[in-house]
């Protein structure tokens, strides 16, 4: 069974540049999470998507970052302008349906706001 | 909302000693307690977890407890070895379609 896929694995950009993340979930399941974990802290949510539909945004600065999931299936993330702060890791994870069952974690984006 | 506290921030043991990480949650609604390990530089991988309606799971070395009426969960590693080491995450849901919250790590080190 193939994993979460993510890409890139490793950006750096200037600070008021885009950026724009892509995730492919495991086949089949159905809620997709982005988390940004930055360093020495616990991943934090960003968005949850349930099929194509948002579960949960509410921690996602809606001001700069916006995602989609079309047809369900992969999803994009992206940050328009960047700030310093948003340097982090971007974690993608998937699971078959809903915060009840095992998150299964993608590589992950190590984005670096210069 | 959800609120996860994790408890030490940072674990240093002796190999073969044991080791003891707990959590507390807010929401008397969550269900599922899952365990995750992140290893240097990698993702997060699911290493045990627990729903309500059960108070303990063992997994070899690996077990948690769950009190739900104090609201609070704990990871037990026994006989630890170095490749314990790791960064271990608690987290907390309902269970539903509604989301994981993650506590804010706890680093384990185990010293050959």
């Known amino acids: 069974e193939a994993g979460v896929a993510q890409s890139p694995r490793y950006k750096i950009i200037e600070k008021r540049q885009s950026v724009a993340f892509w995730c492919n979930p495991i086949?089949?399941?159905?809620?997709l999470y982005w988390y940004q974990q930055i360093l020495g802290q616990g991943p934090k949510l960003l968005i949850q998507f349930q099929n194509n539909g948002v579960v949960d945004d509410s921690q996602l600065p809606k001001d700069r970052f916006s995602a989609e999931r079309l047809k369900g299936v992969d999803s994009t993330l992206k940050i328009q302008p960047a700030k310093l702060e948003d340097s982090a890791v971007y974690l993608c994870a998937s699971s078959l349906a809903g915060g009840g069952n095992e998150q299964f974690f993608g590589p992950g984006t190590r984005l670096t706001v210069l | 909302g959800e609120n996860v506290e994790q408890h030490p921030s940072t674990l240093s043991v002796q190999e073969g000693d044991s080791a003891v990480i707990k959590c507390t949650y807010s929401d008397s609604a969550s269900n599922y307690f899952p365990w995750y390990k992140q290893e240097l530089g990698k993702r997060p991988q699911l290493i045990i977890d627990?729903?309500?309606?059960?108070g303990e799971k063992k997994d070899q070395r690996i077990a948690v407890t769950l009190n739900k009426t104090a609201k609070h969960f704990s990871l037990h590693i026994t006989e630890t070895q170095p490749e314990d080491s790791a960064v271990y995450f608690c987290?907390?849901?309902?269970?539903?379609?509604?989301?994981?919250?993650f506590g804010t790590g706890t680093k384990l080190q185990v010293i050959p």
């Open positions: 987290a907390a849901s309902d269970g539903g379609y509604q989301k994981v919250t």
């Open positions: 086949s089949g399941h159905a809620t």
């Open positions: 627990i729903r309500s309606n059960v």
